[in-house]
């Protein structure tokens, strides 16, 4: 087996092309992306009407393509190339051929896992107002709890000295969402939610 791991420069976001050949091609055929590497493939109900269309599986994917998405000619040669952007989502994963459609999909192939070159990483910041005129909050993601690491911002008016402002850590596990899908096939680990305050800003200030 062969580990890859990419976004070796800190990107939080990448393009990669998946080739493969299937020597029983038919247009049920589907790829799927999942995270983790171990997801289960056993078959699962879906209640219908309430939610769209989807693979009938245990674990859903974070993403999926038809293997005819990109090449017409798929069911005479079983050749395809397909492009999916993986975003990093502080996991390894990995891409699986399935067959049989989304409500009966059979597993063939899964690929080699790929990971990231630093799956902890704090990522995605946003900045919001805060509850004062002069006050702002950032929130960003990571995995690291508060007992691995102190998760502080640096920041400053420009050509002055530098402040840090702690942030608050939060997260939620899966008996604290209300119910399906979220608590079953549909659940993913968040990660660590962090949040900090900037006080005492001022108008039209770098």
Same mark, same amino acid.
């Given at each position: 087996?062969?580990?890859?791991?990419?976004?070796?420069?800190?990107?939080? %976001?990448?393009? =990669?092309?998946?080739? +493969?050949?299937?020597?029983?091609?038919?247009? $049920?055929?589907? @790829?799927?992306? /999942?995270?983790?590497?171990?997801?289960?493939?056993?078959?699962?109900?879906?209640?219908?009407?309430?939610?769209?269309?989807?693979?009938?599986?245990?674990?859903?994917?974070?993403?999926?393509?038809?293997?005819?998405?990109?090449?017409?000619?798929?069911?005479? %040669?079983?050749? =395809?190339?397909?492009? +999916?952007?993986?975003?990093?989502?502080?996991? $390894?994963?990995? @891409?699986?051929? /399935?067959?049989?459609?989304?409500?009966?999909?059979?597993?063939?192939?899964?690929?080699?896992?790929?990971?990231?070159?630093?799956?902890?990483?704090?990522?995605?910041?946003?900045?919001?107002?805060?509850?004062?005129?002069?006050?702002?909050?950032?929130?960003? %993601?990571?995995?690291?709890?508060?007992?691995?690491?102190?998760?502080?911002?640096?920041?400053?008016?420009?050509?002055?000295?530098?402040?840090?402002?702690?942030?608050?850590?939060?997260?939620?596990?899966?008996?604290?969402?209300?119910?399906?899908?979220?608590?079953?096939?549909?659940?993913?680990?968040?990660?660590?939610?962090?949040?900090?305050?900037?006080?005492?800003?001022?108008?039209? %200030?770098?």
């Amino acid at each position: 087996m062969i580990w890859v791991v990419f976004m070796l420069k800190g990107e939080d %976001t990448e393009w =990669v092309n998946v080739n +493969f050949e299937y020597p029983e091609p038919t247009n $049920d055929d589907w @790829f799927g992306v /999942f995270s983790p590497v171990k997801f289960n493939t056993s078959y699962c109900y879906y209640e219908s009407g309430n939610w769209p269309e989807a693979p009938y599986i245990c674990t859903t994917p974070i993403k999926y393509k038809f293997a005819n998405h990109s090449t017409a000619d798929y069911i005479n %040669t079983g050749k =395809v190339m397909l492009s +999916f952007q993986s975003i990093h989502q502080r996991a $390894d994963f990995a @891409f699986a051929l /399935f067959t049989g459609g989304l409500e009966k999909p059979k597993l063939v192939a899964v690929s080699d896992p790929i990971s990231f070159a630093n799956p902890k990483a704090p990522l995605y910041p946003q900045l919001a107002h805060g509850k004062a005129w002069d006050e702002m909050t950032i929130t960003w %993601t990571s995995c690291y709890n508060i007992d691995d690491a102190t998760p502080l911002v640096e920041w400053g008016w420009k050509n002055h000295d530098k402040k840090l402002s702690p942030a608050g850590t939060l997260t939620f596990k899966r008996d604290s969402m209300c119910g399906a899908p979220a608590r079953n096939f549909g659940w993913r680990d968040p990660g660590f939610i962090h949040t900090s305050f900037l006080k005492d800003l001022w108008p039209n %200030t770098i």
